[in-house]
């Protein structure tokens, strides 16, 4: 009898914790994440999120250093299939530019942190310590993860597509959302969401999904994650 009902304490407890714990993965800003959630972290991730961020909108609610005409990497994140994700799995191998200095002129360009009055290394270190050291063991090491990000970007390319379908960056033309969806589409296939910011108006972001060989895969969800039905691209 004792020890049922102190079986009983211990789920509950369990069951607070769990939830606890998912909260805190739900956040969507992705930032301070409790460092002790290292010690439940699962090496088996399901797939990867890809994401790029347009400046341009980025930029409106934060004092940008710069701001490329152009979608920019925000990270490589691996995920679970249940929405959650790994993050800080490697304490021990803390970010290091000196392993990715042959990559730098070209992280500039691609990842730069926008927010920086120097080069991208609080953003670069951020991703790395919190998402990079999660992908093992499908990408090992600061390198392999960094390159990897940046060899995405040839083939992920939205600036490119929006320029090819007449979809030009601009503070006072808006696009139909579902226009926009469907240029992505006929590009990338069914393997990404957008996301918009300043209530849904203006296009934030776009996740791409990745299977662990790098092939697209759908998200799981619909594609426009909170966008209105016409939206700007601000330049
Ligand atoms: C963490 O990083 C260190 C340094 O690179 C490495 O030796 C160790 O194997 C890594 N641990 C795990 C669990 O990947
Ligand atoms: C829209 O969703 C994205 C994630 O997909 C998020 O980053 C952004 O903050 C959200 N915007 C609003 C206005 O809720």
Request: net charge negative; charged share 25%; with cysteine.
């Given at each position: 009898?004792?020890?049922?009902?102190?079986?009983?304490?211990?789920?509950?407890?369990?069951?607070?914790?769990?939830?606890?714990?998912?909260?805190?993965?739900?956040?969507?800003?992705?930032?301070?994440?409790?460092?002790?959630?290292?010690?439940?972290?699962?090496?088996?991730?399901?797939?990867?999120?890809?994401?790029?961020?347009?400046?341009?909108?980025?930029?409106?609610?934060?004092?940008?250093?710069?701001?490329?005409?152009?979608?920019?990497?925000?990270?490589?994140?691996?995920?679970?299939?249940?929405?959650?994700?790994?993050?800080?799995?490697?304490?021990?191998?803390?970010?290091?530019?000196?392993?990715?200095?042959?990559?730098?002129?070209?992280?500039?360009?691609?990842?730069?942190?926008?927010?920086?009055?120097?080069?991208?290394?609080?953003?670069?270190?951020?991703?790395?310590?919190?998402?990079?050291?999660?992908?093992?063991?499908?990408?090992?090491?600061?390198?392999?993860?960094?390159?990897?990000?940046?060899?995405?970007?040839?083939?992920?390319?939205?600036?490119?597509?929006?320029?090819?379908?007449?979809?030009?960056?601009?503070?006072?033309?808006?696009?139909?959302?579902?226009?926009?969806?469907?240029?992505?589409?006929?590009?990338?296939?069914?393997?990404?969401?957008?996301?918009?910011?300043?209530?849904?108006?203006?296009?934030?972001?776009?996740?791409?999904?990745?299977?662990?060989?790098?092939?697209g895969r759908n998200c799981g969800k619909s594609a426009n994650s909170n966008c209105s039905s016409r939206i700007r691209i601000?330049?």
């Amino acid at each position: 009898m004792r020890t049922a009902r102190a079986l009983g304490l211990v789920a509950a407890a369990l069951v607070v914790a769990a939830v606890v714990g998912a909260d805190a993965a739900r956040d969507p800003t992705r930032s301070s994440r409790p460092r002790e959630l290292d010690k439940t972290y699962d090496a088996d991730f399901d797939y990867f999120v890809y994401t790029m961020t347009w400046p341009g909108t980025f930029c409106e609610e934060k004092h940008c250093t710069k701001e490329p005409r152009y979608f920019t990497v925000h990270g490589l994140w691996p995920n679970y299939e249940n929405g959650k994700w790994p993050a800080f799995c490697n304490s021990s191998y803390p970010f290091d530019e000196n392993e990715i200095e042959d990559l730098l002129p070209v992280m500039n360009e691609r990842w730069p942190d926008v927010l920086s009055s120097h080069e991208g290394d609080w953003l670069w270190s951020h991703e790395w310590d919190k998402h990079g050291t999660c992908a093992k063991p499908v990408l090992n090491g600061e390198h392999e993860y960094f390159a990897k990000a940046l060899e995405l970007y040839d083939i992920l390319n939205p600036t490119e597509v929006f320029a090819q379908n007449g979809m030009i960056p601009s503070n006072t033309r808006t696009y139909d959302r579902d226009q926009v969806i469907s240029v992505l589409t006929k590009s990338f296939g069914d393997t990404f969401v957008i996301g918009c910011q300043e209530s849904g108006k203006d296009l934030f972001q776009i996740e791409f999904c990745l299977q662990k060989n790098f092939q697209g895969r759908n998200c799981g969800k619909s594609a426009n994650s909170n966008c209105s039905s016409r939206i700007r691209i601000p330049n």
